[in-house]
């Protein structure tokens, strides 16, 4: 197989690789890496030296590729799916690149802040990364009025993909608004998607380790293990 991903199910931007090379049926082999273990840490180093993930090895052009954005627009170019994540039309490929920005910097860049003030106890003031994920949520929203039923329109994109980790992570943190009713239903649709579900089912025996998994609604989390017999 000539793909091979170095990932971890819980990291939201592996989810947003994995969401594209899902929907586009491509075969490739996980490469779980565990960042404490330190030959994990020595593989992921070797293709990637700044020792951050998502990261895909091409075999077949011997490339590793980094940044979940560029392995979507990579996959796109070279092992296209019957439907592309990104628009032929380059004007509409712009809509789906700033939306795709707009999860990544304005959804994620908040909510990996305030996972980290918990993870690491900080107790710094979180309200500002609260209030950014407000706003993008009253912005998404607005968005989401004309636009349907996916970001940029009819076809499903890597602007999804992005969505797809930020709104789940990020609505975990700073619940949607019924003032918001775009945004949920859109949210739903998202998270009933076939990709989309695929991966969040394979992140559910991780989900115990996220800091805020007290705030992951339960029909997201795995069912609990009967008791044993007595």
């Not at 951050?52 to 979507?72: C, M, T, W």
Request: aromatic residues 10%.
């Amino acid at each position: 197989m000539a793909l091979t991903l170095y990932y971890h199910p819980l990291s939201s931007y592996c989810q947003k690789a994995l969401v594209a090379l899902y929907e586009g049926g491509t075969p490739f082999t996980p490469r779980l890496i565990d960042l404490s273990q330190s030959d994990d840490r020595a593989a992921l180093a070797a293709v990637w030296p700044l020792v951050k993930f998502p990261v895909l090895h091409d075999s077949a052009g011997d490339r590793n590729v980094a940044e979940s954005s560029v392995i979507i627009e990579y996959l796109d170019l070279r092992y296209a799916g019957a439907t592309p994540l990104l628009p032929a039309n380059r004007e509409e490929a712009l809509d789906v690149r700033l939306w795709d920005r707009v999860f990544d910097l304005h959804v994620q860049s908040p909510m990996q802040a305030i996972v980290a003030d918990r993870l690491f106890a900080r107790q710094d003031d979180m309200q500002p990364q609260r209030d950014a994920l407000e706003r993008a949520w009253a912005l998404i929203d607005t968005h989401l009025r004309t636009s349907g039923p996916w970001v940029c329109g009819a076809q499903f994109s890597m602007a999804d993909c992005a969505a797809a980790p930020a709104l789940f992570y990020g609505s975990t943190l700073q619940p949607i608004s019924p003032r918001y009713p775009n945004l949920l239903a859109y949210f739903d649709r998202l998270m009933a998607r076939a990709s989309v579900e695929r991966v969040l089912r394979e992140a559910q025996p991780y989900l115990q380790f996220y800091p805020f998994c007290d705030q992951v609604p339960a029909r997201f989390l795995a069912p609990a293990s009967p008791s044993p017999a007595v």
